[in-house]
């Protein structure tokens, strides 16, 4: 297994909402956001499993082409797993309030159907 905290450690498996955004930095690394729809464990008073929509990001390096990536051939409705760790961090924002953010890093990615 990769090097991480296991207590910072989740796993989200769900199907694709939309095709990820992808930003590209100065430096010629990516940003990735991505969303997948992850049923819930419980169904709510109804009967019903809703679904949770989960926004992820990971960072592709300089050195690591994009049209390589298993990022270059996800489409809309496939179901991933997808390891990540919590990332927190804040912000001043326009106005002088400051802002917390928590972010789920993508440590990696799998299809999870043929």
Request: charged fraction near 25%.
């Amino acid at each position: 297994m990769f090097n991480m905290n296991i207590c910072n450690y989740g796993v989200a498996i769900g199907r694709l909402v939309r095709q990820p955004k992808v930003y590209e930095n100065k430096d010629g690394s990516h940003k990735i956001l991505y969303t997948l729809a992850v049923r819930r464990a419980f169904p709510s008073k109804k009967g019903k499993r809703d679904a949770d929509f989960v926004n992820l990001e990971t960072f592709l390096p300089a050195d690591s082409p994009l049209e390589q990536s298993i990022y270059s051939r996800l489409q809309v409705g496939t179901m991933l797993a997808a390891r990540y760790t919590l990332s927190s961090s804040s912000y001043t924002d326009a106005d002088g309030e400051k802002r917390y953010r928590v972010s789920l890093l993508t440590q990696s990615l799998d299809f999870m159907e043929s």
